[in-house]
């Protein structure tokens, strides 16, 4: 009976942690709007909301509701000790600040293609396309832009295996970021 | 409890088939029933016939008799109706996962070389022996019962020359020549299943509280027989150095380099040599002084063996700086300042090492304490990394980085022509930089608020 009532609970618990998200703008966590285009499934841990449209183990767009001083990057427990968040960092230390916790995460082989400074919303932040490997060998492609506003750090990433799926969905990644408005601007 | 302490057993059990074992080993072939005291006579597929060193020689407190399985032979697997097949068979998997793992470092000279020392401490055993290198920033090296040895990249940072390295390899051949994973899973097992049956016996006499002092006194003596394998295996693993013409105090050197990056207040040779009894491993303290013991009545003064110093600088030399990046994001400030002045003390690029006790610093970003006593809590981080990096810029061999680094600090000191300068130069050594556009971005923006 009791391994009945822990099945259901983990049931019930794994139905309401994800919820449909239909085309149109979106609040994010009362930090800013984004437009999307088609349905996701979304879900949320801390200051992070995540979307996804075929399961977070194969392409994942998080986005920050926004990284307070001294609070990390990843919400979720990492490998390592991840940096803290410092609000007066340049866009060269918040590049660092991104690869540091991607490797506390336990990111392995990670190698930019790109940065590049670029408004996020109305904020001047940072863009930057990379690769990493799972531990387990899996070849990821990432992602992420991002700005700081009012002593945060806000931010949309995205990544998915390098094979099929980062591509599959790359184009609706980019139409999200690019969709950016802060509240104070609208 | 009882339930849980048999649990924790099993659980023990099972980290040390798939963990096996931190650094160092020995060993020997020891036919079933010897005992420990028998390592230097008894028949060894690499120590017989040689002037070896046995733990009745030195002051080794081993338990009775803790070592009643034969050596594995060379070029031998376990007979596949048997247990330890089914162990290896897991491992086998284990090992194909760990061939496309993400952390694997895949140069061909690092690793070949990496091998080749391998091979030299396994002798015979060289067929059996397949090294992979992950690149953990940890001081630690493994090897499985199959055969899979695993080099962490903390462990090859902290390691000074080859003979050092051959020192921790031998150690690990020697977990693997004894079998001591098979050993401590099936002394685990023997004890769970007594803990089981004295805690139904305990209970049933109406003393369950007795149960659980038993399953202390055994985790407990799990503990210690696992203490005696690192000890056997560090026997072996001196042995070994010896044998193949390496000088032997550099055993000893491994640990007194980690004893002083690990407390970097004491005096490595007053560390003490207790150890906890729910250690998995003989202390630092006590590895250092039985392995010093055992150096200086294998060699003399005079016969001291090879380092190969300059052999091992030339192959893993240039890694260094990739694992000291990964060293630097630990966050272990104290410890890896430490490690920095030890690397330098062996010689290690001066203008790498002033480098990277900027970044610690400037990572670091302890603010200055104006009241405090003491004068060096005065000093922001954000100084001593400036003074760091200008050490660094002064040096031949600066890395482009610490251009870049010392840029950043100009710029938050609001030296914008200084921070322009800095940047500039960065680029002019990586005109290819991933990071040129925000790199370029800065410059033109020094001075303003958004750069």
């Not at chain 1, 990493?132 to 949309?156: E, P, V, W």
């Not at chain 2, 640990?255 to 007053?270: A, F, Q």
Request: proline share 4%.
């Amino acid at each position: 009976m009791k391994k009945l009532i822990v099945i259901c609970a983990l049931i019930v618990n794994a139905c309401t942690a994800y919820s449909l998200v239909e085309p149109g703008k979106i609040d994010v966590g009362g930090a800013y709007f984004v437009t999307v285009d088609s349905a996701w499934s979304r879900s949320q841990h801390g200051h992070i909301h995540s979307l996804t449209k075929d399961g977070f183990a194969i392409q994942a767009l998080q986005l920050s509701t926004g990284v307070k001083e001294k609070e990390h990057l990843f919400t979720a427990p990492t490998q390592l000790e991840q940096p803290p968040y410092k609000s007066d960092l340049s866009l060269i230390e918040l590049q660092q600040f991104i690869h540091d916790s991607f490797v506390a995460s336990g990111a392995e082989k990670i190698s930019f293609s790109e940065i590049r400074p670029e408004p996020f919303g109305a904020a001047q932040g940072i863009r930057a396309e990379f690769d990493f490997h799972t531990k387990s060998g899996l070849h990821k492609r990432a992602i992420i832009a991002g700005a700081q506003n009012d002593g945060k750090f806000y931010f949309i990433l995205y990544h998915a295996p390098a094979l099929y799926f980062f591509d599959k969905n790359r184009q609706d990644a980019e139409d999200i970021i690019r969709s950016v408005t802060f509240k104070k601007e609208t | 409890m009882i339930f849980s302490c048999s649990r924790l057993l099993c659980l023990f059990a099972a980290s040390v088939v798939i963990s096996a074992c931190q650094t160092t080993g020995t060993s020997k072939w020891v036919p079933a029933g010897s005992s420990a005291a028998d390592i230097s006579t008894a028949e060894n597929h690499i120590l017989a016939g040689q002037d070896a060193v046995g733990a009745q020689d030195i002051n080794f407190e081993i338990g009775k008799n803790p070592y009643a399985y034969k050596d594995i032979p060379p070029g031998v697997r376990p007979a596949l109706d048997t247990r330890e097949a089914g162990i290896w068979l897991q491992l086998d998997k284990i090992e194909e996962k760990q061939k496309s793992a993400g952390n694997r470092v895949q140069d061909e000279k690092l690793n070949s070389y990496l091998t080749e020392i391998a091979c030299k401490m396994s002798g015979p055993y060289c067929q059996d022996v397949r090294v992979y290198t992950q690149r953990i920033p940890l001081f630690n090296a493994t090897m499985a019962p199959n055969g899979m040895m695993t080099i962490y990249t903390g462990f090859l940072l902290r390691t000074q020359n080859e003979a050092q390295l051959a020192s921790v390899l031998g150690h690990e051949v020697g977990h693997y020549i004894r079998r001591h994973s098979i050993q401590g899973l099936d002394d685990t097992v023997a004890k769970s299943d007594f803990s089981a049956v004295f805690g139904i016996l305990a209970a049933g006499m109406g003393a369950p509280g007795v149960a659980d002092l038993m399953n202390l006194a055994l985790i407990s003596s799990q503990f210690s027989f696992n203490r005696d394998h690192e000890r056997e295996a560090d026997l072996i693993g001196i042995n070994l150095l010896h044998l193949r013409g390496y000088d032997t105090r550099e055993a000893a050197n491994v640990w007194k380099l980690l004893v002083r990056e690990r407390d970097p207040d004491k005096d490595p040779d007053e560390v003490s040599t207790s150890t906890s009894f729910s250690s998995t491993h003989p202390s630092d303290g006590e590895r250092l002084k039985s392995l010093t013991a055992i150096s200086n009545k294998l060699q003399g003064p005079d016969k001291w063996g090879v380092t190969n110093e300059e052999r091992f600088d030339k192959i893993v030399g240039p890694w260094k700086f990739r694992f000291l990046q990964d060293e630097v994001r630990l966050r272990n400030w104290k410890n890896s300042l430490a490690l920095l002045e030890i690397l330098e003390e062996y010689g290690h690029d001066k203008a790498e090492i002033a480098f990277f006790q900027g970044e610690i610093y400037r990572n670091r970003d302890k603010k200055a304490d104006e009241d405090a006593e003491d004068e060096d809590d005065r000093i922001a981080d954000i100084d001593r990394a400036l003074k760091a990096y200008e050490k660094c810029l002064a040096l031949p061999g600066t890395p482009a980085e610490a251009y870049r680094a010392a840029g950043l600090i100009y710029h938050k000191k609001s030296n914008h022509e200084k921070s322009r300068a800095a940047l500039n130069r960065y680029l002019q050594l990586k005109p290819n930089a991933k990071d040129r556009k925000l790199i370029q971005y800065m410059i033109n923006n020094s001075g303003s608020v958004s750069s």
